[in-house]
């Protein structure tokens, strides 16, 4: 072993670090506000006025 | 991420599936023994299916009872997410009403996906397709690039569940590898990925046969459909990539389907993918660097944007890849 230059022991910080940027809880988020905004957006006004405020 | 939306509580998900069975490694899988069909329902999202069989033609057209299964799902539906384009055919009859449509797009090539392309940029032009969401900025700009609208293009990177992919404690990490026939304290590189044209297997098999010819303690782990002796065409690329040194192949081990993912990645030093097009997000990377692997990938899709610090980007060339490999694995010089 040993052919390549060391780059794990810096990169495995890193990784330990970036592990909210990939969350299934994030993507999930962000996909629910897109499915609401375009039921929102497809709903009569009125209704969509009336269910906002309540 | 239906389970997931379901789950959240301010929305009610039902799944229709048009195939009841597809055919992987030539075996009939049934919709109802698929590991995501189970997660479905453990998380209450009802899933009903049109009844087709593996072996029915994708472009057959839809027929009355398959429309009128449709129309009374569609008829309580505020909004309709499709996976891909595909649906889009069925979703543009009159069954399904005039509810808004959400195409859920996860490739970056646009192009090759059959009349998928035509039956979203219809879905655009009438005004039916309210936006698509792009679970990469390759694929967003791939589908710009074809022509979808811009303003109806939304990238939601993807995600995974950060508690199936974590790092593996020391002696888990042991006993899987010895479960896989791998010692201890080899080096392991893992791609996690189907037999497909896009994978470039040969490439991947090229950079194995370097990696192993130069690194006694290395291991080289495959798994996915297709990545089995049993597949022919694998079995030719491994005679090419080997002829010269079949002595290597006790440390290339080639896995086929596993229903178990994150205990195959929580073995790897390293995840690799070598592909050539039509990546968007690969979840295998994200995956594998969940679980405590470097990311080592080709520059396809938005691979480079998922590795950039955490991991590394190679050149489509063997001699490049195994030596990325040899850079991400434990016990490389400096």
Not at chain 1, 18 to 35: K, L, P
Request: hydrophobic residues 45%; proline residues 5%; aromatic residues 4%.
């Amino acid at each position: 072993m040993g052919r390549g230059v060391a780059r794990r022991d810096e990169l495995t910080p890193a990784l330990q670090r970036s592990r909210s940027r990939f969350s299934r809880t994030r993507m999930v988020a962000s996909y629910a506000g897109v499915v609401e905004r375009v039921a929102w957006a497809g709903a009569p006004a009125a209704v969509a006025g009336s269910t906002r405020s309540a | 991420m239906v389970t997931g939306l379901h789950a959240g509580g301010t929305q009610s998900h039902r799944v229709l599936a048009i195939h009841r069975e597809v055919q992987r490694e030539s075996l009939r899988q049934r919709m109802v023994d698929d590991p995501r069909y189970q997660a479905l329902r453990r998380a209450g999202v009802p899933v009903s299916s049109l009844g087709r069989g593996w072996d029915d033609p994708a472009n057959r057209p839809f027929d009355t009872a398959e429309l009128a299964r449709a129309a009374r799902l569609a008829a309580t539906s505020d909004v309709i997410l499709t996976l891909k384009e595909q649906p889009l055919r069925l979703v543009a009859t009159d069954a399904f009403g005039d509810a808004p449509v959400v195409a859920c797009l996860h490739r970056s090539d646009p192009e090759h996906s059959g009349r998928g392309l035509a039956d979203l940029l219809e879905a655009a032009s009438s005004g039916r397709l309210a936006a698509a969401v792009c679970c990469a900025y390759a694929t967003r700009d791939a589908y710009a690039a074809a022509g979808v609208p811009e303003h109806l293009l939304t990238v939601v990177p993807n995600g995974v569940d950060l508690l199936r992919f974590r790092p593996a404690g020391r002696g888990r990490r042991a006993t899987l590898r010895v479960r896989t026939g791998i010692p201890v304290d080899a080096s392991v590189v893992v791609l996690a990925a189907r037999y497909d044209t896009m994978k470039d297997v040969p490439l991947f098999l090229a950079a194995a046969r370097v990696h192993l010819a130069a690194d006694d303690g290395a291991h080289v782990v495959a798994c996915g459909a297709g990545m089995s002796l049993a597949n022919p065409g694998l079995a030719d690329d491994v005679a090419r990539a080997f002829g010269d040194r079949p002595d290597l192949l006790d440390r290339l081990h080639l896995l086929g389907v596993r229903h178990d993912v994150p205990s195959v990645l929580a073995i790897a030093d390293v995840v690799a993918l070598t592909s050539s097009f039509g990546e968007a997000a690969p979840l295998c990377l994200i995956e594998g660097a969940m679980c405590g692997a470097v990311p080592v990938a080709t520059d396809v899709g938005d691979s480079a944007r998922i590795v950039e610090g955490i991991g590394l980007v190679v050149a489509r060339d063997p001699e490049a890849v195994a030596a990325g490999w040899a850079e991400g694995s434990p016990g490389a010089t400096s």
